[in-house]
């Protein structure tokens, strides 16, 4: 069974970089059939997708976060990492990384397995 | 970007109810639409990808429809387990992929 678990700090400072790691279980990341992302929640609030990277490490992101926002894979950990620069309180929230199926058709894209998800605080 | 909406917000419900959640696109979006559900304190969980298709696993009393930008998820028989929240998904866009604002389903 596939799982997926987020590791990282869980305080930030704010001006900082908030960087956290997926480690991907149970299934290799370098499959053609997926794409790996990460998805945050705000305490109380809906889902924002951040951005996604392709084994080879190809990797488009959220146009409001691009600025900030590095995503890599490292296939030999079968890991993928998000970095957020210059984070403010506005960042604080319950960060998940999922996996992105692209299925047969076109229709068929959808985030079939997430993690367990970790919550970053952005505080002094 | 693609702008979804869902409604109600809220909704109270009987195990047993029948439940419909609606989420519209601000534009046309086809069938690229998923559905998940989240409980508190847990990651979310697809139910239901490209309109209408069962995510594997998931019980038969969920289904979804629709197309274009107007879309149903309908629990036909609420259990217990189902009180969550239900989020709608489009992938016609994917930069950026968005999300409906959610909808609560709590105990009547």
């Known amino acids: 069974q596939l799982q997926l678990q987020e590791s990282g700090p869980g305080l930030v400072k704010p001006s900082e970089t908030l960087s956290l790691t997926c480690t991907v279980s149970g299934g290799s990341i370098s499959s053609s059939s997926y794409y790996w992302g990460w998805i945050r929640q705000p305490p109380g609030k809906g889902l924002e997708w951040i951005g996604s990277?392709?084994?080879?490490?190809?990797?488009y992101y959220n146009p409001s976060l691009k600025s900030r926002v590095t995503i890599s894979v490292d296939t030999s950990k079968n890991q993928f990492s998000l970095k957020l620069s210059s984070v403010t309180a506005a960042d604080t929230a319950v960060y998940y990384c999922?996996?992105?199926?692209?299925?047969?058709?076109?229709?068929?894209?959808?985030?079939?397995?997430w993690g367990q998800g970790t919550l970053v605080t952005v505080s002094s | 970007d693609i702008q979804m909406t869902q409604s109600p917000s809220s909704l109270s419900a009987s195990v047993g109810d029948r439940v419909t959640i609606t989420c519209r696109a601000s534009?046309?979006?086809?069938?690229?639409l998923n559905w998940y559900q989240q409980k508190p304190g847990k990651a979310p969980k697809l139910l239901i990808y490209?309109?209408?298709s069962l995510q594997s696993g998931v019980p038969s009393r969920f289904s979804g429809s629709g197309s274009g930008t107007d879309f149903t998820l309908t629990i036909s028989s609420l259990q217990p387990e189902d009180f969550a929240t239900y989020y709608c998904?489009?992938?016609?866009?994917?930069?950026?992929?968005?999300f409906g604002p959610g909808t609560k389903v709590d105990i009547k």
């Open positions: 999922a996996r992105r199926s692209l299925g047969v058709a076109k229709n068929q894209d959808r985030f079939d397995y």
């Open positions: 490209a309109a209408s």
């Open positions: 990277i392709y084994y080879s490490g190809s990797t």
């Open positions: 998904q489009q992938s016609y866009s994917t930069l950026p992929f968005t």
């Open positions: 534009q046309s979006i086809s069938s690229y």
